[in-house]
């Protein structure tokens, strides 16, 4: 179990990709994270698949909210550099892999990050998955990679409801920016449930303090670092 520093991460990387499925999942996942790195001076980038929307409408003007929603949420968190792919919401099963694969090599030669976050592999939601797997092959760690390192994030209503236990060995304490996230996450007017749904504010707080709890913190974000590569010590 490791609390990770974000002090630390300044002398190790200033650029990190954020892989999410949905808009929505960044602010969810690891929203709190992420505005203590830009906090900080460092470089995100977040790169959204699916357009979120298109599972339960075909209405552009719904579509293109979505995308409204997450450029301010983004902005909140302080990322100023994103993309939307727009692929068919809860489809990404019918993509061929290599094309997502691509996608993040694009997206990696582009913004040249050392660090990826990405979903959670036992995820519920098939979506989640299948960027989980494009991302494995896309960082496998050949000799010209340059990610150094890989961390999975939960996302809440998926992860916990999957079927592969969400084990995490490593907390970013997220005290002073709880409020960022969730003001983030706010955007997603749509998104936001009453309690006791897991995408509630009140569940957000409860889950923030729950990790929090494991850390000796008030509130943290929980990850799964799958690799991390150290050049020198």
Same mark, same amino acid.
């Given at each position: 179990?490791?609390?990770?520093?974000?002090?630390?991460?300044?002398?190790?990387?200033?650029?990190?990709?954020?892989?999410?499925?949905?808009?929505?999942?960044?602010?969810?996942?690891?929203?709190?994270?992420?505005?203590? @790195?830009?906090?900080?001076?460092?470089? +995100? !980038?977040?790169?959204?698949?699916?357009?979120?929307?298109?599972?339960? #409408?075909?209405? %552009?003007?719904?579509?293109?909210?979505?995308?409204?929603?997450?450029?301010?949420?983004?902005?909140?968190?302080?990322?100023?550099?994103?993309?939307?792919?727009?692929?068919?919401?809860?489809?990404?099963?019918?993509?061929?892999?290599?094309?997502?694969?691509?996608?993040?090599?694009?997206?990696?030669?582009?913004?040249?990050?050392?660090?990826?976050?990405?979903?959670?592999?036992?995820? @519920?939601?098939?979506?989640?998955?299948? +960027? !989980?797997?494009?991302?494995?092959?896309?960082?496998?760690?050949?000799? #010209?990679?340059? %990610?150094?390192?890989?961390?999975?994030?939960?996302?809440?209503?998926?992860?916990?409801?999957?079927?592969?236990?969400?084990?995490?060995?490593?907390?970013?304490?997220?005290?002073?920016?709880?409020?960022?996230?969730?003001?983030?996450?706010?955007?997603?007017?749509?998104?936001?449930?009453?309690?006791?749904?897991?995408?509630?504010?009140?569940?957000?707080?409860?889950?923030?303090?729950?990790?929090?709890?494991?850390?000796?913190?008030?509130?943290?974000?929980?990850?799964?670092?799958?690799?991390?590569?150290?050049?020198?010590?």
């Amino acid at each position: 179990m490791v609390k990770l520093s974000t002090n630390k991460m300044k002398k190790e990387m200033s650029r990190v990709l954020v892989l999410c499925a949905h808009p929505d999942d960044e602010a969810l996942g690891l929203g709190g994270t992420i505005s203590l @790195l830009t906090k900080k001076g460092h470089k +995100v !980038f977040v790169l959204f698949f699916c357009d979120g929307e298109s599972a339960r #409408t075909t209405s %552009i003007k719904i579509i293109k909210r979505r995308e409204q929603h997450a450029k301010q949420a983004c902005k909140i968190l302080g990322i100023t550099d994103l993309k939307f792919l727009r692929y068919k919401d809860e489809k990404l099963d019918t993509i061929p892999i290599l094309n997502l694969v691509k996608d993040i090599e694009i997206a990696i030669e582009k913004w040249q990050p050392s660090m990826i976050f990405t979903h959670f592999e036992g995820d @519920l939601n098939q979506d989640h998955r299948r +960027v !989980f797997e494009a991302t494995m092959i896309a960082t496998r760690p050949i000799p #010209t990679s340059r %990610i150094n390192q890989l961390i999975c994030y939960e996302t809440p209503s998926s992860t916990e409801w999957g079927f592969q236990k969400f084990n995490p060995n490593l907390f970013v304490e997220i005290n002073s920016v709880l409020k960022n996230k969730l003001k983030s996450f706010t955007e997603y007017k749509q998104e936001i449930m009453d309690k006791p749904h897991p995408r509630s504010k009140e569940s957000l707080v409860n889950r923030s303090s729950y990790w929090g709890s494991i850390i000796g913190s008030e509130h943290a974000e929980a990850f799964y670092s799958i690799r991390e590569i150290k050049k020198e010590f």
